[in-house]
């Protein structure tokens, strides 16, 4: 067993009678940015929940900050930020921005369920790294899907957890704030954190990752990009693939599975 944040071994992972991931295994270093690909129905999510504990593998080896994830579930969850691909904000419920945010931080707490002025401060602060700090008294349902997006990585943020889980979150972004999170994911690389970012296109995370993680129900490639970036080693995987320049460089597409 390694010390990395991450330690994944022969893992197997069955939904429905259905194997979804088939006997994975690898490992991530502290501190690095990992960019998961894969096409619809790859197991990317089904990869994070595992790592959460939320889905048990029917086989292998899970360690998450060193803890296994299906015995200290609950501390695994405390310890880690995620921002899941659907989110589970009940939108009845009247939420403001701010409580959202302060929920994020108060899940996290051990003991002190109740709200410090340095909580307050950290949500704030949170929001205000995604240019939502005016938003902190409006309702949550009433944003937009963008809007929603940002503030529940402000939740994910606000605790700073030394991992951090992302699940396409980059897709429903306007430019401007993909370039937000991008420079936020960099600044976080900077303290130390290390972050997995599932996305469906490798552009615009590919400019920041450590490594590429290609994931179509078994590791298909991890490496660092300029060895996974291979169109020889990519085009198997993915028959769409195209390149195109873009601002004088070169971005690859990685397309859909199927023709
Ligand atoms: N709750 C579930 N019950 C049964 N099958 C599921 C469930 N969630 C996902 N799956 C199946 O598992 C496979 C992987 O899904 P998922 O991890 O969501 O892929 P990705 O995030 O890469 O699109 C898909 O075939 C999907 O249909
Ligand atoms: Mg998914």
Not at 38 to 58: D, E, M, R, S, V
Not at 85 to 112: C, F, N, W
Not at 205 to 212: C, G, M, Q, T
């Amino acid at each position: 067993m390694s010390g990395n944040i991450i330690y994944v071994k022969d893992v197997s992972v069955k939904l429905k009678d259905q194997i979804v991931l088939d006997s994975i295994g690898f490992e991530v270093e502290s501190p690095s940015l990992i960019v998961v690909v894969g096409p619809n129905g790859a197991g990317k999510t089904t990869l994070l929940k595992t790592l959460l504990g939320i889905i048990k593998p029917f086989r292998g080896d899970v360690r998450v900050l060193g803890l296994n994830p299906f015995k200290d579930g609950v501390k695994v969850r405390r310890l880690v930020g995620y921002v899941p691909q659907k989110d589970r904000v009940s939108h009845e419920t009247p939420l403001k921005v701010g409580d959202v945010v302060l929920m994020g931080i108060l899940l996290r707490k051990k003991l002190l369920r109740f709200i410090s002025e340095e909580d307050i401060e950290a949500a704030m602060k949170a929001l205000a790294y995604l240019d939502m700090e005016d938003k902190w008294d409006s309702l949550f349902s009433e944003l937009s899907g963008g809007q929603q997006r940002k503030v529940l990585i402000a939740r994910a943020l606000a605790s700073d957890p030394m991992l951090l889980l992302l699940d396409e979150v980059f897709a429903g972004l306007d430019l401007e704030s993909q370039r937000k999170l991008l420079s936020l994911l960099e600044m976080l690389k900077n303290k130390k954190r290390t972050i997995i970012v599932v996305e469906h296109e490798l552009d615009p995370i590919i400019n920041i990752a450590d490594k590429i993680l290609v994931l179509n129900r078994s590791i298909c490639l991890y490496g660092e990009p300029h060895d996974v970036l291979s169109e020889d080693k990519l085009k198997p995987i993915y028959p769409c693939l195209r390149t195109i320049e873009k601002e004088g460089r070169r971005i690859v597409i990685l397309g859909d599975m199927h023709a």
